[in-house]
C-alpha cells in the first residue's frame, strides 16, 4: 500500500524523503512524488514507476532545496498509475498539498459537491476531495481546518499535509492507516513505518486513530479530532538497524528465509520454562483460556494459511472446534458469535484493514480477541484483548516467509498450552511435542543447506504455466501457503488442492507433463496421498514430491524427492515449507522477476 514520510528540520528534506520512500518500497507502488517548501513555494515532483524515476528527475532530491517536506509512494486505488495521479496533490493556488494513504469512500459524494461549488479537479484521485475540502475550511488555522474534514470523510488515512500560509509546518492526521511521528536533535519525521526513519531516530510516536499532529523543528504537538491538544508518550524502538537492510543477500526474500531458524527460536524458547508453555506475557490467564470452547481463527493471505495449519493443530491436540476464516468473507457472513468463543487474529503487519476490522466486529459482539501479530505497536496488536507476537523482526521481501512460519510455531505453543490445560494429551506427549517443538530451529537450519538442489530442480521449471500442490491434513494447509508463494512473486498460475479432492474436477487438467508437487509427510496419511500420486502420474503429471527421511520407497513413485527431516506430525509444516519457499523464490530468480516487490502487490494491505 502507499508510502508517507515526511521531514521538518535542519537537514535538506528531498534526500531524507525520498530515502525514507526507498524503505518503504516494500509496501508496494506504481508512482511517487515529492513536495517541498522551497522559501517561496511548495515545490512539487512526481513520476510514474519505480522511486529511482523520481530520483533521477530530482538529481536524489539535490534540485529540491528546502528543510520542509513530504512525500508518497502510491499503490493505485481510485485513478490508473500515472504522473498526474501520483501524490502529492495540490489545490489550484498550490497553496496546500496531501500526501495520502487509505481509501475515502464517500468520496463521490463530496467531489460532486465540490464540483458543484466550482472547484476544479485535477485527477482520478479520491483523494483530492481532501485537497479541496482543506482549501475550503481552511480560515488561517491548518488544525482546525484538518478537524473540519475529518468530521465529514469516510473511509481510512494516513494524512501528511502541508499549507503554504505555515512552510515550517508538517501536519499528519490518522484513521485506520497506520502513521508514526519520529524525533531527533535534527528534525521531525512523519513515516507509514519504521524503517523509513529508523537511521535517523528511534524515538517515536505512533498515531492513534482520529489524532492530528502538528510538526515543527521546535514542537510536535498532537491534537484529537475536536482540535483540542493531547500528550502522546513516545516510544523507543530497539530493532537492529541491519534488520531493515539485506545483509549480503541478494533479495529481502532469501535473507528472511535465512532468517528463520532464529526467528522461530525467538518466537518458541522464551515461552518454554520449566518443561512447560509459559503464555503468562499475553494477557490472558489460564482460567480464562480453558473458559473457551471454541476458536475462530481469521486473517488474509499467508496469515490465514498459518490459520489452516493451527486449526488442524488445535483440533487434534487440544480437541477444541476451531475455524478459520478468510477476514474479508468473515466480516461480512454475519457470523456467530457467542462468549464462548476466541476470536484469534493472526497478522504480520497488524494493520491488514480486513482484519481489523473483523477483530473489531468480533470485540463489539462481546468476544476476545487474542492477536498473533509481529509488528509491536501496529493496530491489531493494540486494539486486541491479548496478544502473541512473533518474534520474526522487520520482514521487507512482500512475500512473507519468517513472519509465516513463525506464526504457525505461535499455533504450535498455543496448541500445547490449550492440550496443557483441558489434558487431551498425556504429561508424556507433551514432552515430547515439547522437545521436538525445541528442536524445529536446528532443523529447519539444516534444510537451507539444500538450496542447490531445489535450484537446480526449479531452474527446468521456469517456462511451465501451471502447477499444482497436492497434500492432505496438514500437508493441505502448506500446499495453500507453498502455493501462493510461487503465485505472488514468479507469476505462474497454481493452485492447492487437497489430495482426496482432486478426482473430483480437477484431474482433468491433468495432461503429459504437467507439474504437480506433492506434500507427503503424515505418516497416517502417507499410503493415501502416495495413491493420490499415483492417480496424476497415470495421466501424465511429472510428480515432485516432499516428504521425510523415512520414505525413500517415494522414488519409485515421484519423480523428483526432497527429503525433509521428521518432527513431531502437528509441526511438520515448519519442515516442509522450507524448501518450497526456495522453491518460488528460485523460480522468480530464474525468470528475472522483481522477486522483493512482486508487480500489483502490497506489504500491509491496508484498504478492503
Ligand atoms: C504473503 O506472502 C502475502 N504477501 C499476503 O498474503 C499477506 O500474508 C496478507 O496480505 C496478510 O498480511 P498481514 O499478515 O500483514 O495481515
Known sequence: MCGIAGYIGK?????????????????????AGVAVYDGERIHMEKAQGRLRVLEELTQHGATMPGFCGIGHTRWATHGSPSDTNAH????????????????????????????NKGYHFASETDTEVLVHMLTEYYNGDPVEAIEKVMHRVEGSYALGIMFLDHPHHIYAARKDSPLIVGESSDGKFIASDVPAILQYTRTVYYMENEEIACLSTEHTRFFNVDGEPIQKTPVTI???IHAAEKGGFEHFMLKEIHEQPKAIKDTISPRIKDGDIDLSEIGMSDEELLSFHKITIVA?????????????VLEDLARIPTEADLASEFRYRNPIYDAG??????SQSGETADSLAALRDAKAHGCKVLAIVNVVGSSIAREADAVLYTWAGPEIAVATTKAYSCQIAAFYLLALKFARLRSTITPERFQTLLDALSCLPGQ????????????????????????FFIGRGIDYALCLEASLKLKEISYIHSEAYAAGELKHGTISLMENGTLVIAVATQDALYPKT??????????????????TLQHPEMEKCADYVLY?????????DSLAIVPLQLFAYYVSLGRGLDVDKPRNLAKSVTVE
Open 300 to 312: 488474509c493471505g499467508s496469515a490465514y494459511h498459518s490459520g489452516v495449519t493451527g486449526r488442524y
Open 11 to 31: 537537514q535538506q528534506a528531498a534526500p531524507i524523503i525520498l530515502d525514507g520512500l526507498s524503505r518503504l518500497e516494500y509496501r508496494g507502488y506504481d508512482s
Open 238 to 240: 530497539d530493532w537492529d
Open 444 to 467: 529447519v537450519e539444516s534444510l537451507l543447506a539444500q538450496k542447490e538442489k531445489i535450484q537446480f530442480f526449479a531452474n527446468h521449471y521456469l517456462a511451465t504455466e501451471h502447477i
Open 564 to 572: 525433509v527431516p521428521k518432527t513431531a506430525a502437528p509441526f511438520m
Open 341 to 346: 468463543t476466541l476470536v484469534i487474529v493472526v
Open 530 to 547: 502416495v495413491s493420490n500420486i499415483v492417480e496424476v502420474k497415470t495421466r501424465g503429471a511429472f510428480v515432485m514430491a516432499v516428504t
Open 88 to 115: 502529492p496533490h495540490m489545490n489550484e493556488s498550490n497553496s496546500i498539498a496531501v500526501v495520502h494513504n487509505g481509501i475515502i469512500e464517500n468520496y463521490a459524494q463530496l467531489k460532486q459537491r465540490l464540483l
